[in-house]
């Protein structure tokens, strides 16, 4: 695991949101100003061993590390600004390298989706101290966890900090994701930016969410939208064609389609597709 030297004086900051492709010479390129060199750089990796975009930097004393957050947090590196914390040494060893995969606690992206074996993984994200998610509806189906992370891009957001939802019966994608953020204050900041924008021609519905919720996200019910799609005439005719048709004679079927009236026939006239909002 990649350490620093620790020496009297030394002062560290922890960078995140760095473009995946950034190596410690693009980094300390960023702060060369305050004297930093690729040996002064530790990358983050994942539990999958991947970047993780986070970093430590050493810095010769704590005036220079103060001084390079105050000039460079929020600055852009590529195409990602990036956000400057301070840190200590212990911090750095504890979290960066091999630690911080293996943990995967505090570390923004490190191991988000599911499949890490962190003993802090909730819903499919290893959740962290602070944390806090975000639930978006109405996605196209044909949407990617790089398609949601550009999306929220100025908040930091990386693939690994977004679940894709699917239908637990089918595997068809559900048009829901959810996405990790660092704190109730960025989540609160991208709900209020990003609600009701569009992703390509569809709008974007963004909600509270939870760790667990989102352990959900694979599990969402089937949508039966043949049957909503009618043959012929076109759509569903009526609780009475679903009833002997479609949907049989009760049960969960039948449970399903009154639940979802509402998102298919809107509120009020129009029939099929009123309810702009729906998910499918």
């Known amino acids: 695991m990649a350490t620093f030297e620790d020496f009297p004086g030394a002062g560290y900051l922890r960078l995140r949101g760095l473009p995946f492709s950034a190596g410690t010479k693009e980094v300390s390129d960023f702060l060369t100003e305050f004297g930093v060199m690729e040996a002064n750089?530790?990358?983050g990796t994942n539990a999958q061993g991947l970047p993780s975009g986070e970093a430590w930097v050493q810095f010769a004393d704590q005036a220079s590390a103060d001084e390079a957050r105050r000039q460079k947090d929020r600055q852009r590196i590529g195409?990602?600004?990036?956000?400057?914390?301070?840190?200590?040494?212990?911090?750095?060893?504890?979290?960066?390298g091999g630690a911080m995969g293996a943990v995967g606690k505090g570390a923004y992206g490190g191991g988000a989706i599911a499949g890490g074996n962190s003993a802090d993984t909730a819903g499919g994200f290893t959740d962290f101290l602070g944390a806090a998610y975000l639930r978006l509806r109405g996605l196209p189906f044909n949407a990617t966890q790089k398609d949601v992370s550009d999306?929220?891009?100025?908040?930091?957001?990386m693939p690994e900090q977004v679940l894709m939802g699917s239908e637990g019966a089918t595997g068809r994608p559900s048009g829901e994701a959810w996405i990790q953020l660092f704190n109730e204050a960025i989540a609160a900041q991208a709900r209020s930016a990003k609600d009701r924008q569009k992703m390509g021609h569809r709008y974007i519905e963004v909600f509270p969410s939870t760790a667990m919720d989102a352990g959900k996200a694979t599990a969402r019910p089937t949508q039966d939208r043949a049957a909503f799609r009618g043959a012929g005439a076109g759509a569903v005719a009526g609780a009475g064609a679903c009833a002997g048709g479609a949907f049989g004679a009760g049960g969960d079927d039948w449970s399903w389609f009154m639940g979802a009236w509402p998102q298919f026939f809107g509120k009020g006239a129009g029939g099929f597709g009123q309810d702009?909002?729906?998910?499918y």
Not at 151 to 157: I, M, P, T
Not at 276 to 279: D, G, K, T, V
């Open 41 to 43: 750089v530790i990358l």
């Open 151 to 157: 999306f929220f891009a100025e908040f930091g957001v």
């Open 79 to 96: 195409g990602r600004y990036i956000e400057i914390f301070s840190s200590s040494y212990d911090d750095c060893t504890a979290r960066s």
């Open 276 to 279: 702009r909002y729906a998910p």
